[in-house]
T-cell receptor, first 115, second 119 residues
Framework: ETGVTQTPRHLVMGMTNKKSLKCEQH?????MYWYKQSAKKPLELMFV???????ENNSVPSRFSPECPNSSHLFLHLHTLQPEDSALYLC??????????????FGPGTRLTVT | AQKITQTQPGMFVQEKEAVTLDCTYD???????LFWYKQPSSGEMIFLIY??????QNATEGRYSLNFQKARKSANLVISASQLGDSAMYFC????????????????FGKGTKLSVIP
């Protein structure tokens, strides 16, 4: 595997379900990200982890819970989602420590549908 | 105010012709970076090209070049010799160094331009 991989690629879940999205980066990067891409809206940064520690970001509802067990893996745990949470969820990674101008490399995304 | 503005929702270009995708940005940070990404229908965001605010020359990467006009705060992407595989969404993004916390990592994206290459 190369680059950034994400599983599953597609997910349909009910509002009472609990599911997790998985991301793995094979680039040796130290920072990982979750972005949300909704129809008609620009990409929104949800969470950032640098050196496996979460960088503070308070604007995401608590029904989304990230986890970063090591520098190569990132999870997004989902529970009691709403239909408006249906979107493409993109994982990204980069080699930087914040305040730098490095590009981020993205995975193929998980297309989430909440019914 | 929007930080990244892409005014062309959709563009058409003939195969083998050049095309320019527009991007204007808004920042008061003297140090920033501008990025272009391509997103095919498969969903993956593919990094194309980067321009730093202090770079004296316009960035180029193969068939991609960035027309950087700092005073006008524009960073247009030029694709030369368009190919059918260039059909995709194209996003302009900016990163600023002035912020702390999550903001110091954030890529701010525009709404994108859908490019269609006609055979």
């Amino acid at each position: 595997e190369t680059g950034v991989t994400q599983t599953p690629r597609h997910l349909v879940m009910g509002m009472t379900n609990k599911k997790s999205l998985k991301c793995e980066q094979h680039l040796g990067h130290n920072a990982m990200y979750w972005y949300k891409q909704s129809a008609k809206k620009p990409l929104e940064l949800m969470f950032v982890y640098s050196l496996e520690e979460r960088v503070e970001n308070n604007s995401v509802p608590s029904r989304f819970s990230p986890e970063c067990p090591n520098s190569s893996h990132l999870f997004l745990h989902l529970h009691t989602l709403q239909p408006e949470d249906s979107a493409l969820y993109l994982c990204a990674s980069s080699q930087d420590y914040g305040g730098e101008l490095y590009e981020q490399y993205f995975g193929p995304g998980t297309r989430l549908t909440v019914t | 105010a929007q930080k990244i503005t892409q005014t062309q929702p959709g563009m058409f270009v003939q195969e083998k012709e050049a095309v320019t995708l527009d991007c204007t940005y808004d920042t008061s940070d003297p140090s920033y970076g501008l990025f272009w990404y391509k997103q095919p229908s498969s969903g993956e965001m593919i990094f194309l090209i980067y321009q730093g605010s202090y770079d004296q020359q316009n960035a180029t990467e193969g068939r991609y070049s960035l027309n950087f006009q700092k005073a006008r705060k524009s960073a247009n992407l030029v694709i030369s010799a368009s190919q059918l595989g260039d059909s995709a969404m194209y996003f302009c993004a900016m990163r600023e160094v002035a912020y702390s916390g999550a903001g110091s990592y954030q890529l701010t994206f525009g709404k994108g331009t859908k490019l269609s290459v006609i055979p």
